[in-house]
């Protein structure tokens, strides 16, 4: 047991050591990078004081009895832990590589709207346009439909990179798809969710804020995929919470919407911002927010396909 235990430590000190000495090598690079980038430094910096830390107390007592087996079990007890080290980011990678489900991603709008009618539901006669223009930014000037995309395509990625499996309803402007065959497309494939972006407008250059829109409950058409709309409306909405500085209005249940009463897999729609109200239309076309809304709605969809997978 003492020997095993002793060459177990000998182990961690042998890797703490190789670990600060290559940490040390790197510095002058790293340091070069640091003026730059500036953040690998800090990372590894951060690592490296605790894992020393956590094997020297009790280190020395051991090291001096058993000296002589040290050299012996070093190059047995250093393959072993390598090995374990290298081998379980290798699994998770392998096990993130396998789909975790598709997520249908719709880009609302289009270059040219189409003013003629199609029913707002299966089972109503009411009608809407098949597909509006959208609004505008009031301080950029860019149309909704590129904001949209934008986001959509950033989205996209965020979500390929953590393993799900992704399918677009248009990756361009000139297309013309009606919001009941965008929600056809994604019940084709029979995407776990359907993720619909898009951008507010308000007549007040005030308004302002995200919101997540989902089946209301009292639409019996959509009764079979209300509780999982809500859910992944509720996540998305926690992960913007969570990954953004802007203003949270909310859930919003919504019965007039053709793209939700079409749909018959879990859907929802996130109105990121108000493209009416002048600093959050600069925002939403800032990169780095671009990329904290994508992230962010990635990380709710996540934690919804985490609960549906339970
Ligand atoms: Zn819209």
Redesign the pocket.
Known sequence: MKKLHASGITAIVAAAVAFFALTYAHQPNSVKEDSSRGREVPIAASIMPSSIQASTPSVPANLNLEKSQESETIPEATAPVSEKDSGNPANTANEAAVSRGLIYLDP??QRKGDSRQEPISPNSSATKARVTG??TGVSTGKP?YVLNLEVALLLKEALIKRGFEVLMTREDHEVNLSNVERAEMANAAHARLAVRI??DGNDSTKAKGYSVLYPDKSVSVTRSIQADSLLAAESILGALKAGTNASSRGLQPRKDLTGFNWSTVPVVLVEMGFMTNPSEDEDMSDPDYQLQLAESIAVGIELYMVQKED
């Open positions: 609302g709008h959208g609004t909704e898009h951008a």
